[in-house]
């Protein structure tokens, strides 16, 4: 543990709970990609079944629990509770296009190949483009609401931190994992015209909105 490590699951927290929050208060789920939380939450499924075999820390099981729980709940608000205000319409992101590649990765780039690596392997590489519905969908609406653009930046700042933590652990510890690093690089990468936008709009207290495809 560091700080970079744990300032990173209190920002990941904290955009699970901004999100939650969002749809309730405003009983709606408009702007959000249900697609996006249907992959975080196969993230979390996946990634944390050494829940049953293993056990870390105090910390280590809450936090799943928690990850796993808000996961199941946001994607529950969107499909059952608050089905009505779901924008089918503009989240239309084929999931194949990321789950068929991603499923052969994980089979041929692991650490070993036992089931449980397997799918910890899947959930690392699945949550590094987790987020491209959502951005997919902002792309097509053209805008998105001051307190979705919180969420995203809050996602997106604990990747980062957590790219932090890798470096952190390479320079104290010597420990180096390849697939964590690069998967991490990658999802950063897709949310840096995010954060740009995020700091030269919603900052100042402007909406955030996108030229509209043609």
Aim: aromatic share 18%.
């Amino acid at each position: 543990m560091n700080i970079f490590r744990i300032l990173g699951d209190v920002s990941h927290l904290l955009a699970m709970i901004i999100l939650l929050v969002k749809i309730w208060r405003s009983k709606s789920c408009a702007g959000i990609s249900g697609k996006s939380q249907i992959l975080f939450t196969l993230v979390f499924t996946t990634r944390y079944l050494d829940l049953f075999t293993t056990f870390i820390s105090v910390y280590n099981t809450v936090m799943k629990v928690i990850f796993l729980v808000c996961a199941y709940i946001t994607v529950y608000m969107i499909y059952v509770k608050f089905q009505r205000t779901f924008d089918r319409e503009h989240d239309s992101f084929r999931l194949e296009f990321l789950l068929v590649p991603v499923t052969g990765l994980s089979f041929l780039e692991n650490h070993s190949f036992t089931p449980l690596e397997i799918l910890w392997t899947f959930s690392i590489y699945l949550e590094s483009v987790a987020i491209l519905p959502q951005l997919f969908m902002i792309s097509k609406t053209g805008e998105a609401e001051t307190i979705t653009t919180h969420y995203l930046f809050f996602l997106g700042l604990y990747r980062a931190l957590y790219l932090a933590n890798w470096i952190w652990r390479y320079h104290t510890e010597k420990f180096y994992d390849q697939i964590a690093v690069v998967s991490g690089v990658v999802q950063t990468i897709f949310y840096c015209d995010f954060f740009y936008l995020y700091v030269t709009k919603v900052l100042k207290g402007k909406k955030l909105s996108l030229p509209m495809p043609v």
